[in-house]
């Protein structure tokens, strides 16, 4: 499957697949993550999230109806090369001090 804004963000960090997307991690803590729309799902926590729903293109990730603070979802026509690298910037400041996570066993 091409998927262009994946392609845009291996530039800048790695990735994994989890739960049949592309999501991007930190130490194995989820950063941001490609929408099926070419949308990105970020991080970014609760202390940041005010910041992140001032920028353009910003709202918070609602799947099933129900709104999941410190988690935005950008749309898919404000995600320029600059966006992009402040997103995942802004994702890194949050997920950057937490504890590496443990491999699962499987």
Not at 15 to 33: A, D, P, Q, S, Y
Not at 46 to 55: F, I, K, N
Request: aromatic share 6%; with cysteine; net charge positive.
């Amino acid at each position: 499957m091409v998927d262009p804004l994946a392609d845009q963000i291996r530039t800048f960090i790695g990735e994994i697949r989890m739960f049949g997307g592309t999501c991007f991690t930190l130490n194995g803590n989820m950063m941001v993550g490609t929408m099926k729309d070419g949308g990105l799902l970020v991080r970014v926590g609760e202390d940041q999230e005010a910041a992140a729903l001032a920028l353009p293109g910003a709202t918070r990730m609602n799947f099933t109806g129900r709104e999941m603070k410190g988690f935005i979802m950008v749309a898919p026509g404000e995600l320029g090369d600059d966006a992009i690298k402040g997103w995942i910037a802004m994702a890194s400041r949050f997920v950057g001090p937490m504890a590496p996570k443990k491999p699962t066993r499987k």
